[in-house]
Structure formats: structure tokens, C-alpha cells
């Protein structure tokens, strides 16, 4: 009988250990950008010779939409980033620009996602965008059903990546308004391959539209 209660005791705790891993309880909790924390954050192009500016030269003008991507080479990244890139006539039409983020930039990888997305990439070697407090999803993920439902999802969507670089830190996707309109929508990976509401991203488009429109007109 000892041995059969030892066995029930460490099967209940494994249960037990894996529903709290598919609820939000071990997830860190965002922490919420403010404006002029993005506006100074230092990006770099990734030209040969790379020049290094404020991210609010970004949507400074018109606004913008930005991907900080969790890793250039992770399928489900590459999955999002083409949802994001079937966003960009109609944000062409808003006259709004379509951005990405990566924090390494590792051989080939961001020149192996550019056919994913459809709009320039800039190096955040701070991985400022993925703060202000860094989130990661360790070993955890894979034991979680949602992140096993967005593997499946991918490769039926015919995505495929590779292991190459850190894909631990959380990403997101924003939107920001132009001047000092602010952000107005702020996406936070929870788990992997945690996307964001596309129909959220072009409501949150518009807003800059309107506002930008609102304000030549005073």
C-alpha cells in the first residue's frame, strides 16, 4: 500500500503541476511601456556601415506599426510577422509604415525572415522594446496546450524556422501614434506564438489617421 500512495501522491502532483503550468498563474505580468520610454530607446540599421537613432524617428511623423520579433528564425515568429505583412496595403492606404525589432542578429536570420515581412528591420541590442521589464517563457512553454495549439496552427499554416539565437524573451507588437499621440495598442506575448488581434491592429491604425487629420485641421 506504501509504495501504490507514494506512486498516486507523485502522480497527483504531476497533474497538479501541469494544470498550474496552463493557467496564467507562473506568467509574469507585462509591464506597461510609457511613450518616452520607447522614444528613447537606440535602434540601429543593418546596413554594413549601421547608423544608430531614437526609435521615435520611427513614427514620429506618420506613426507606426512595430513587431519586436522574439526570434527571426522561430516558425511561429515567421508566422506572425506574414499576418502583420497582409496588414500593409491597407496601411499603405493609412499612409502608415510597417516596422520590426529584432535583439541579435545572427548570420543569416533577419535577411532569412525578410520574406515573412514586408517592412524594414532595425537592431535593438538593449532589448529595450522587450521591456520595460524583460518577460521569458522557459521550458514552461512546452508543456502548455496553447503554445502546442500555435505549433500546430504554424506548420499546418506550412511555416518552418530553425533554433538559431535567444527565444526565450517574450516579443510584442505596438502601435503608435505619430507626434505625441501616443500608444495605442500594446500587444505582449504571453506564451509562444501568442499573436496579436490583427482587426485590433487596424482599429488601432485608424485612431492615427483620424488623429493626425484632427490635428492639421487645428
Aim: aromatic share 12%; charged share 30%; proline share 3%.
Amino acid at each position: 500500500m506504501g509504495m501504490w500512495s507514494i506512486g498516486a501522491g507523485a502522480l497527483g502532483a504531476a497533474a497538479l503541476a501541469l494544470l498550474l503550468a496552463n493557467t496564467d498563474v507562473f506568467l509574469s505580468k507585462p509591464q506597461k511601456a510609457a511613450l518616452e520610454y520607447l522614444e528613447d530607446i537606440d535602434l540601429k540599421t543593418l546596413e554594413k556601415e549601421p547608423r544608430t537613432f531614437k526609435a521615435k524617428e520611427l513614427w514620429e511623423k506618420n506613426g507606426a506599426v512595430i513587431m519586436a520579433v522574439r526570434r527571426p528564425g522561430c516558425f511561429l515568429c515567421r508566422e506572425e510577422a506574414a499576418d502583420l505583412s497582409s496588414l500593409k496595403p491597407k496601411l499603405d492606404e493609412l499612409g502608415i509604415p510597417l516596422y520590426a525589432v529584432v535583439k541579435e542578429h545572427v548570420r543569416t536570420e533577419v535577411k532569412d525572415f525578410q520574406p515573412y515581412f514586408k517592412g524594414e528591420v532595425f537592431l535593438d541590442e538593449k532589448k529595450k522594446f522587450y521591456g520595460p521589464q524583460k518577460r521569458k517563457m522557459m521550458f514552461m512553454g512546452f508543456i502548455r496546450v496553447g503554445v502546442w495549439y500555435n505549433f500546430f496552427r504554424a506548420w499546418n499554416g506550412g511555416f518552418s524556422g530553425n533554433l538559431e539565437g535567444e527565444g526565450f524573451i517574450l516579443g510584442g507588437v505596438f502601435v503608435v501614434g505619430s507626434g505625441k499621440q501616443g500608444i495605442l495598442l500594446e500587444h505582449r506575448e504571453k506564451e509562444f506564438g501568442d499573436k496579436v488581434n490583427l482587426l485590433s491592429v487596424l482599429e488601432a491604425a485608424s485612431k492615427i489617421k483620424a488623429q493626425t487629420w484632427a490635428s492639421k485641421e487645428k
